[in-house]
């Protein structure tokens, strides 16, 4: 190993550009540590990437088998238990072959960083002495929650009477448990594997890494360090240039499997007025019906207002027929897009969100209020906190058939555009973008527990 590395830490991801995202950028936050990371994920997924690593960002990227190195076929794509059971079964046996190897080429690994969705790479990492990190991709609040499941302190089925209270944690109705818990509740058993599963064995890794802020969530961080004194808030896990710019160049993430388009956005951008443009985006996984779509375009088109709107090529077929003609100079439609260029952009005065933690985070980062529009997973309690926790956003309330309707779409588009509640939460927004900046730059708390994992795991 060069001499200018303190450590060698291999990065495992699980296959997803949710969890990708947060990894990478906590790579290059260890590279300009002095550390050597390397990023690990499947063979399958990497076949799916359309941009990769610029050579300048000192991160290498190896790839290991999750049983499927020609590509995911059909009937796991469907069944995610099924690619699951295969992972598991071939993962650590080649993550294994590739510290091996690495360590036969004159890399030997000291650290094994994994997402808590692969928790059998503590075992990995354990066989082999290494110091074993999880990896904690969604908030503090969310882990806690799974904790508690995991326990049987949090009892399922949840009575949609229930007030639920976890230490540290707001107070939260059934609706504001993460989907899978209540509104989902038994629709994805398998789904337990990688939200509950982990907690078998998270209290034996040496450390427990968060991609939080810590001033975020302080209440609930501190319960978890005392229940777990490793655990750290590392995060926001963003390009650096739209936070501390102490690492240069780092303007992306630099790992897509879709292909934005920079300059059409910019460009569009580039000629609207200040907080003028509402931005939607509901992720890489989000499908809704075709009734969705449609109502939400026409509620996008009755605001009255610009929007830069991104439709994946996959639900193009549902937007209202002729849709592109309505639009006018209005709006534009795009299949992706630079969110975070877009965020920093200062015509964007909303976005529209599924709430996903990384898109949330990102929103938090740059300061732009939110309307929520929560479709799985931990979305629903990241919502629970942008409005009643950060106050910096809105509920787009669905109807009884699950339907964002038109008109909902324009009051939320008003009231945060227009309305004195949006001033409030543009201010919200403001001052929380100044704290979690501070947490990431020299000094600050995230900085500081990176050091403190740094400087542990040194040579």
Not at 121 to 148: E, P, R
Request: charged residues 20%.
């Amino acid at each position: 190993m060069a001499d200018q590395w303190k450590a060698h830490c291999l990065v495992v991801a699980y296959p997803g550009q949710g969890h990708i995202n947060p990894m990478l950028q906590f790579c290059k936050r260890l590279a300009y540590h002095k550390v050597k990371a390397t990023l690990v994920t499947t063979r399958s997924f990497w076949k799916t990437v359309t941009t990769e690593l610029t050579s300048d960002s000192n991160i290498s990227v190896e790839t290991i088998s999750d049983g499927y190195d020609d590509g995911v076929d059909e009937e796991a794509n469907k069944n995610l238990k099924i690619f699951v059971q295969r992972f598991w079964q071939v993962g650590p046996q080649s993550l294994s072959e590739l510290i091996e190897r690495l360590s036969g080429n004159g890399f030997p690994v000291d650290c094994i960083v994994y997402d808590s969705f692969v928790h059998w790479a503590l075992d990995v990492a354990k066989k082999f002495g290494l110091v074993g990190a999880a990896f904690l991709t969604q908030t503090c609040a969310v882990n806690s929650i799974y904790f508690h499941i995991h326990q049987g302190i949090l009892k399922l089925p949840i009575d949609k009477e229930t007030k639920i209270f976890l230490p540290g944690v707001t107070e939260l109705e059934p609706l504001d448990l993460p989907m899978f818990l209540y509104l989902q509740y038994g629709m994805y058993p398998h789904h337990w594997d990688l939200l509950v599963d982990p907690f078998d064995t998270i209290g034996k890794a040496d450390w427990m890494l968060s991609n939080s802020v810590y001033e975020l969530e302080p209440e609930v961080a501190d319960w978890m360090k005392k229940k777990w004194p490793m655990m750290r808030t590392i995060g926001p896990t963003v390009p650096s240039m739209f936070l501390d710019k102490r690492i240069p160049n780092d303007n992306d993430y630099g790992i897509s499997m879709f292909n934005p388009n920079d300059d059409l956005c910019m460009n569009w951008l580039n000629n609207k007025p200040k907080a003028s443009v509402v931005y939607v985006s509901f992720g890489s996984l989000a499908t809704y019906s075709e009734e969705h779509m449609q109502e939400l375009a026409w509620g996008l088109i009755d605001a009255d207002t610009f929007f830069l709107w991104v439709v994946r090529a996959s639900e193009e077929a549902k937007l209202p027929k002729n849709i592109i003609e309505t639009l006018s100079k209005k709006g534009l439609i795009v299949t992706w897009c630079p969110q975070l260029k877009v965020l920093a952009h200062e015509a964007v005065g909303c976005f529209i969100t599924h709430c996903g933690w990384n898109s949330t985070l990102e929103a938090l980062c740059l300061g732009v209020p939110m309307i929520g529009v929560p479709y799985w997973s931990d979305q629903t309690t990241n919502l629970k906190y942008i409005v009643d926790v950060w106050k910096v956003g809105l509920r787009a309330q669905m109807d009884e058939k699950g339907i964002l309707r038109r008109e909902t779409v324009k009051d939320c588009i008003k009231e945060i555009m227009e309305g004195e509640k949006g001033k409030e939460m543009k201010n919200n927004a403001i001052k929380w973008r100044n704290l979690i900046k501070n947490s990431i730059d020299d000094g600050g708390s995230s900085d500081q527990n990176i050091a403190e994992f740094v400087t542990a795991i040194s040579k």
